[in-house]
């Protein structure tokens, strides 16, 4: 199975301020032939189902707003917040979908300090 | 507007089996995968398994957690996906949901509002 891992369990930063989350994988998510990396960015909120932030690493999904970006490639990734707003306190986890089982990393929990 | 509906959880004892039902709206049911993942109370979220397309003969992917004790159908004619639970474990408690994606190398993009299967005597 492919595990995937989060930097972090909790982070608290103030609002207005950068967040950062990095996600690393046991093996390359790069799938070659179509130069894709399978994997994805949900923020989750208590209560609310997953809502999809990213995928193929970096591609923004619409109406996310602009201040989260992802990147990374292969087995490192990253999601970052530019500057933190109240709403964006959540867990975030970071998911692969190039193997079979899909995995979840554990979960990053942003709240505001 | 796309919209997936979770349905069918409760109360049940461990060994038992229970049916949840993921019907969607909004869109062609029947191109989309159906992807379920859970969440048991104060963790993650924790992949189950999916079904792939009719076209592609619904082939059917489990986590190892619940394989031999869950499975999928879909009858794409009522855009509705199952998820059979049987033998129901007390580490089987969570809130279920069901999600929609694309294919092979998409990602899951809408998720229902989950549904909460809770396991015990």
């Known amino acids: 199975d492919i595990v995937v891992t989060q930097s972090l369990d909790s982070v608290a930063v103030s609002l207005g301020e950068r967040v950062t989350i990095n996600c690393k994988s046991s093996?390359?998510?790069?799938?070659?032939?179509?130069?894709?990396?399978?994997l994805a960015w949900y923020q989750k909120k208590p209560g609310q189902p997953p809502k999809l932030l990213f995928f193929w690493a970096s591609t923004r999904e619409s109406g996310v707003p602009d201040r989260f970006s992802g990147s990374g490639s292969g087995t490192d990734f990253t999601l970052t917040i530019s500057s933190l707003q109240a709403e964006d306190v959540a867990v975030y986890y970071c998911?692969?979908?190039?193997?079979?089982?899909?995995?979840f990393g554990q979960g990053t929990k942003v709240e505001i300090k | 507007e796309v919209q997936l509906v979770d349905s069918g959880g409760g109360l049940i004892q461990p060994g038992r089996s229970l049916r949840l039902s993921c019907t969607g709206s909004g869109y062609n049911f029947g191109e989309y995968a159906v992807i379920w993942i859970r969440q048991p109370p104060g963790k993650g979220l924790e992949w189950v398994g999916l079904?792939?397309?009719?076209?592609?003969?619904?082939?059917?992917v489990f986590a190892a957690s619940v394989q031999g004790r869950f499975s999928i159908s879909r009858d794409d004619s009522r855009n509705i996906a199952y998820l059979q639970m049987n033998s129901l474990r007390v580490e089987d408690t969570a809130v279920y949901y069901c999600?929609?994606?694309?294919?092979?190398?998409?990602?899951?993009?809408?998720w229902g509002q989950g549904t909460l299967v809770t396991v015990s005597s």
């Open positions: 998911h692969q979908y190039y193997g079979i089982p899909w995995t």
């Open positions: 093996q390359s998510l790069l799938y070659n032939s179509n130069n894709k990396n399978y």
């Open positions: 999600g929609r994606a694309r294919g092979s190398g998409w990602p899951t993009d809408y």
């Open positions: 079904t792939g397309r009719k076209i592609y003969g619904e082939a059917t």
